[in-house]
């Protein structure tokens, strides 16, 4: 069937740049956002091949010692705060997350403006760090360090805190969304579980964010005014600032990585068109997460020095958090299971993120126990776990979401072709990029470091032509979804014939929305009662 | 159906009627407040950390500070908060200049509580009893006492600070009452700054005994 775009939607109804940015529509916020934080996932990526580039050989390439202090401090700051904790609420929240509750716009649309223009403000510190003498503390900041390299640790910090009040805007608004503007008649158990997701992602973005805001400024003012909070020179304690600093960042790991299982859990239901197994299960296991992740931070300071006891404590509580996160995994397979699944770009982003998620979430659990973690800390082990759950998982999961909703936010469909292309070149260098570092972190490669022993020579240069592999994967990937904005083929309604309620509007949507209220006609994962058509509002009854 | 009565001035296009919207606000509101006790939590945590550390410095630290001057502050601050109370009832029933009285004098009790604390902070800056390395008064006795006073000057600078941002709003409400924004229909500015102020309140009630009145 030929599809057309509609005449009218909320990419035309209003035109010129003044309307874009003064614009209250979340569709429109959403993309703001997905330009600022895509670029900023450019930028991290260049940093990150510069980094494997030097790798290759340990002796200088590119740059100095110094240098590479200054680019994975960089790489580290830009994809956490600028990418990966904004990226899937702030793009795909904003856009998908009101229409799936069938709302016209979120709790607080000016709030939500204000939430991007923070971002960018956040985005110009960093910037401004940049090119102000870099930053050499990692993304992690701690002191003693932080507080006496000559970098710019005050315009970043800065940025970090900026960036943390735009995260706070938008979990505050979400929350507000969720509980208030669900359509009539949508219990909370017909939410779709990425709407579960993004909440339970915005409770922790709530009530973890402050504290890394307070942290960051008690760091600020040790550097400007001397407070000696930090400083052991003063009566201070430098450990207290881990302490502070993962209380926020552990939690902060959750809100990367939920709202990319809440991707998952839709991909995975609409393309094995199957009733999701265990909603319940699943939807609770994100709250689950979001409380169990807590109380683990200590788990990042076995050997800080912190009491034996307390760390004993915090490695028993760790194995917890794969208790929901392993829930979610075999819901998963069980709704696959039996089901008629097919293979369409965005399901082929959900099984990577099984593999690669699973192996990560796996080597989670080994570094969360207390007696292996002394041996693998601060190695290349702790290096690919991190990467193996936040680009496997995460990642994984925005390409998956991006390209799920691809067709809903422009009303075109991208070169499928070439779509397949890109994922199978992302899994195979990720993977060419990390399983080997898994090896040289047990073997005792440090992480961080510019140079290492000959005997790393071979894995490092593997490690690096994976990084290449994994460059030209998102550059295709950039090229062919930019193109599909322009040129791809109207898309219809509802192209995976998915049941949630943003496949009930026009691709791409009105501005408002929806015409008059919006009703509750089936629950979201029907596939056994109702068969969607691509046309709106259309399904033949079971 | 008539649309001026479904959709009243300061009701949003995005929201079904005005139960909703303030329901909006409201919960929006607490989420804040939330965030704000976590945010005061890190400091509050500081402080504990640093007292079971040095007990006997807190201890003597404290002696310097002005009981009397906190114990006024303190009454100012809970006054502050009843005339607050009072402003949010008057618009409930409908009496305007009821409730710009009451907001102006919930201003004034906060500027009494700001210049109070302008002579509580000048005199310790004339002493030297300053935040970490600034700090340069000799008579306390224990370990590191410029502790105490960064744990004083970021808790309670950190509380004036919130104080100063309650006095800019409840302004601009005596500003917006005044020209008629405010009714018995609508008056959820004026409720969610009642919310807002009384944390402010509420958190001084626990700065004033940790600080001024350590046993
Ligand atoms: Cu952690």
Redesign the interface.
């Known amino acids: 069937m030929e599809h057309t775009i509609p005449e009218k939607h909320y990419l035309n109804e209003a035109t010129g740049w003044k309307s874009w940015l003064m614009t209250l529509d979340h569709k429109r916020i959403g993309i703001l956002y997905m330009i600022m934080v895509m670029f900023s996932f450019f930028l991290g990526g260049v940093f990150a091949l510069l980094l494997r580039w030097e790798l290759i050989s340990p002796d200088k390439i590119l740059m100095g010692p110094e240098m590479y202090n200054q680019a994975f401090s960089l790489h580290g700051i830009i994809m956490i705060f600028l990418f990966i904790i904004p990226s899937i609420p702030a793009i795909l929240g904003n856009f998908v997350m009101p229409l799936m509750i069938g709302?016209?716009?979120v709790?607080?649309?000016r709030l939500n403006l204000a939430s991007w223009y923070i971002y960018v403000i956040g985005f110009c510190f960093a910037v401004y760090a940049l090119f102000t003498g870099g930053i050499d503390t990692g993304w992690t900041f701690y002191t003693p360090y932080s507080n006496e390299t000559t970098t710019a640790v005050i315009p970043i910090l800065t940025a970090a805190f900026v960036l943390g009040f735009s995260s706070?805007f938008t979990g505050?608004?979400f929350?507000?969304?969720i509980?208030?503007?669900r359509a009539p008649g949508m219990t909370w158990f017909q939410l779709p579980l990425f709407v579960w997701a993004i909440y339970a992602t915005a409770l922790i973005q709530?009530?973890?964010?402050?504290?890394l805001?307070?942290?960051l400024a008690?760091l600020m003012?040790?550097r400007v005014?001397?407070?000696?909070?930090f400083?052991p020179a003063?009566?201070?304690?430098p450990v207290?600032f881990q302490h502070?600093f993962w209380f926020y960042s552990h939690p902060a790991v959750y809100i990367m990585i939920l709202p990319g299982m809440g991707i998952i859990s839709e991909l995975i239901a609409t393309f094995s068109h199957r009733r999701i197994f265990g909603y319940k299960f699943i939807a609770f296991s994100s709250l689950g997460i979001a409380f169990t992740g807590f109380l683990v931070w200590g788990h990042h300071m076995f050997v800080s020095g912190q009491s034996d006891l307390a760390a004993v404590i915090f490695s028993f509580l760790t194995f917890f958090v794969g208790i929901p996160s392993g829930i979610k995994i075999l819901n998963w397979m069980a709704t696959m299971y039996k089901g008629s699944i097919s293979l369409d770009t965005p399901m082929l982003w959900a099984l990577s993120f099984l593999i690669l998620f699973s192996i990560g979430g796996f080597t989670g659990i080994v570094l969360g126990t207390l007696s292996i973690d002394v041996h693998l800390h601060d190695t290349y082990f702790v290096v690919s776990h991190f990467h193996y759950v936040m680009v496997g998982g995460t990642v994984m999961a925005i390409f998956g979401g991006l390209h799920y909703w691809w067709p809903k936010i422009w009303g075109r469909m991208y070169n499928e072709t070439l779509a397949r292309i890109a994922v199978v070149l992302i899994f195979v260098g990720f993977n060419v990029t990390f399983f080997v570092q898994f090896i040289m972190g047990t073997q005792g490669m440090p992480r961080r470091y510019y140079t290492y022993l000959p005997q790393f020579q071979g894995m490092h240069g593997f490690s690096s032509i994976g990084a290449l592999i994994m460059g030209v994967g998102f550059l295709l990937i950039g090229i062919y979804l930019i193109h599909a904005i322009f040129k791809g083929k109207p898309a219809g309604p509802n192209p995976w014939r998915a049941l949630t309620m943003e496949w009930e509007t026009p691709s791409p949507p009105r501005a408002?929305n929806f015409e008059g209220?919006q009703r509750l006609t089936h629950g979201p994962y029907d596939y056994d009662k109702v068969v969607p058509e691509n046309a709106l509002k259309q399904y033949k009854t079971l | 159906m008539n649309q001026t009565t479904a959709h009243p001035a300061h009701l949003?296009?995005?929201?079904?009627d005005a139960h909703?919207q303030a329901?909006?606000a409201k919960?929006?509101l607490w989420?804040?407040l939330?965030?704000?006790v976590?945010?005061?939590?890190?400091?509050f945590?500081?402080y504990a950390?640093?007292r079971s550390w040095?007990p006997d410095m807190f201890h003597n630290a404290h002696a310097f500070l002005n009981v009397w001057m906190g114990a006024t502050n303190t009454v100012v601050l809970i006054v502050s908060s009843l005339t607050m109370a009072l402003a949010i009832r008057s618009m409930q029933l409908g009496r305007r200049k009821h409730t710009i009285v009451f907001l102006s004098g919930t201003v004034f009790l906060a500027c009494v509580f700001m210049v109070i604390k302008y002579f509580e902070y000048s005199h310790k800056i004339h002493l030297g009893q300053l935040?970490?390395?600034?700090y340069f008064f000799e008579g306390i006795a224990g370990?590191?006492p410029?502790?105490f006073f960064?744990a004083y000057f970021?808790m309670t600078g950190l509380h004036g600070f919130h104080v100063l941002g309650g006095i800019a709003v409840i302004t601009w409400l005596i500003i917006k009452t005044s020209r008629g924004s405010f009714s018995p229909e609508y008056y959820t500015p004026i409720e969610m700054t009642g919310l807002y102020w009384h944390l402010v309140d509420l958190i001084w009630i626990f700065l004033f005994p940790l600080f001024y009145l350590i046993g």
């Open positions: 709302a016209k716009d709790a607080f649309p706070i505050l608004n929350i507000v969304t509980h208030k503007l709530v009530l973890a964010t402050p504290v805001g307070i942290t008690l003012l040790e005014v001397g407070i000696g909070i400083d003063m009566g201070g304690d207290l502070f408002g209220a | 949003q296009h995005h929201f079904t909703q329901e909006s919960l929006g989420i804040f939330l965030t704000e976590l945010l005061f939590g890190g400091l945590c500081f950390i640093y040095n935040p970490g390395k600034w370990t590191n410029h502790i960064s970021l």
